[in-house]
């Protein structure tokens, strides 16, 4: 880009999950780097107020959203921009409607501006690939999320030639360590461990546009997270589609005194003995030895490779937070056979009550699935008494919509949608009242938080999470923010605690 022109300004709208939010961040850096002007717009495809709850507790930089999201809707029609990217989720049919719908809003859009560029990234492209070209002819680029470095060179060429472009690589690791990064909170960072998933559960999509497991090395990990510390970062958020098989392993090293030799040559790692880097236990033992780093959060975890190891990792290190999501999909063992999720109820229930025995005072979330193919009145009950049995602080509750290409969509889907819906209202009926009670709960005691920013609704008040990341509302001078703080939790409004200071 020619340095004095006016910069192009590219609007970002990210769908889906975290992994989405990073790669937006990514983007909006390379880009920002070569001079455009960057505007956001993430939008959580969640429809359940649970777990939205839930979600935003992973979004430690926008704590006070809903009036924003109100105000960047209205934005988003007025379309200023001269480009726009949607970064896709193909997880849940919701969120592919939704892509469309804005595709079928940009289409009129750049009847009236046909300079408009109009891109795609995430999990659609990857799954539909260059098909999205003859679907959307007003599609002008697509880039796939191991190919984010080549977003300028792909505007450039559409702009310069008018024509479809893409770059979409169907092998090697999708996350991008680097510093142009444009994180959007300064005491959090997300950070991806690993991507990908070697498991088959029949509903999940995730195996087709991400692939097979690929892990970045113990030592990238360790190092990226080192020089995020070093940039004021205090908490971290490990990413990966199933974290608990995070395999950092380097082919070049043989034992695992070698190989810890090996990453205290390269950087500063504590004690010798503390850590293998290898699995994810290990990793997460490693990077607590991080001064600075104060908080450790990750996601997502499948339940097979939640392990006695990682809950002693968890026990040992009070820097991991006390949140622990595990998701079930559902209490019917008919149900988790037929999703392949290679573990019984039972089987799930004896590992968080290993967990909670451990450590009594962690918070517990999950995700639901509502209708799947086969489930009856029966499959359903067990999954309400699996929510009574395990009382979770919050849950992720969503209808089932096939996915095609899934091992599912060979299945029937043949719960009716009115079932489905009503299921669905049970369960977050359900869960709401326990969400409620759990938090009820904390009302009284000491806890601690870490305070990241103003609050704009109520002057004098910060904002923070506290350490098993529930919403807290504290008293407190500005220059608390960034810093942790012993609080009394006074009263619950909703899911938000107002605390007060303990000095
Ligand atoms: S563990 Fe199952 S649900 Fe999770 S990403 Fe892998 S296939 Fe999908």
Redesign the pocket.
């Given at each position: 880009m020619n340095k004095q022109d006016k910069p192009l300004k590219v609007t970002i709208k990210t769908f889906g999950c975290q992994m989405n939010v990073y790669d937006t961040e990514v983007a909006s850096g390379i880009l920002k780097h070569q001079g455009y002007e960057i505007a956001h717009e993430h939008e959580d495809e969640e429809s359940s107020v649970i777990a939205n709850e839930v979600k935003q507790s992973q979004i430690a930089s926008s704590l006070e959203t809903p009036r924003n999201d109100r105000q960047k809707k209205k934005d988003w029609r007025r379309i200023d921009s001269d480009i726009v990217l949607m970064n896709t989720c193909s997880v849940r049919e919701h969120a592919e409607e939704r892509v469309q719908s804005r595709m079928g809003m940009l289409k009129k859009a750049k009847e009236t501006n046909p300079d408009l560029i109009i891109g795609l990234m995430g999990c659609m492209v990857e799954e539909h690939r260059e098909k999205l070209f003859k679907k959307y002819p007003h599609l002008d680029l697509m880039v796939g999320t191991r190919n984010l470095k080549e977003l300028p060179d792909l505007i450039k060429t559409v702009r310069e030639r008018r024509t479809q472009v893409s770059s979409i690589k169907q092998d090697g690791i999708s996350i991008e360590y680097t510093d142009q990064i444009q994180r959007t909170g300064k005491y959090h960072a997300w950070l991806p461990i690993m991507t990908g998933?070697n498991?088959?559960?029949t509903f999940?999509i995730?195996?087709i546009t991400r692939g097979s497991e690929v892990s970045m090395k113990a030592r990238d990990v360790y190092r990226e997270a080192s020089r995020l510390v070093e940039e004021g970062v205090q908490w971290i958020t490990l990413l990966g589609?199933?974290v608990n098989s995070y395999n950092g392993a380097e082919v070049t090293v043989g034992s695992k005194q070698e190989a810890v030799s090996s990453l205290q040559n390269e950087v500063a790692v504590p004690t010798a003995d503390s850590f293998l880097p290898t699995g994810f236990p290990a990793l997460l033992d490693m990077l607590c030895e991080i001064k600075g780093l104060e908080r450790i959060s990750f996601t997502?975890s499948?339940p097979h490779d939640a392990t006695e190891e990682l809950f002693q990792v968890i026990k040992k290190n009070s820097k991991i937070s006390r949140r622990f999501h595990l998701?079930l999909q559902s209490g019917s063992n008919n149900m988790l056979k037929r999703m392949k999720r290679l573990h019984t109820f039972d089987e799930y229930k004896e590992k968080l009550a290993r967990l909670k025995s451990l450590v009594p005072d962690i918070s517990l979330t999950t995700d639901i699935i509502a209708g799947f193919s086969g489930e009856t009145d029966q499959d359903h009950e067990e999954t309400m008494k699996a929510l009574e049995a395990i009382r979770y602080d919050g849950a992720y509750i969503y209808k089932y919509s096939l996915r095609p290409g899934t091992p599912a969509a060979k299945l029937p889907d043949d719960v009716p949608q009115e079932i489905k819906e009503k299921r669905n209202a049970e369960l977050l009926t359900l869960q709401r009242k326990i969400t409620v009670e759990c938090n009820q709960s904390w009302v009284g005691k000491t806890t601690h938080v870490f305070l990241e920013s103003q609050s704009s609704r109520h002057p004098g008040f910060l904002i923070g999470r506290s350490d098993n990341e529930k919403r807290v509302t504290v008293k407190a001078p500005p220059d608390k923010i960034g810093s942790f703080v012993q609080v009394h939790l006074d009263s619950l409004h909703h899911e938000t605690f107002t605390a007060s200071l303990l000095l």
């Open positions: 998933c498991k088959v559960c999940c995730v195996p589609q199933n997502t499948h998701p």
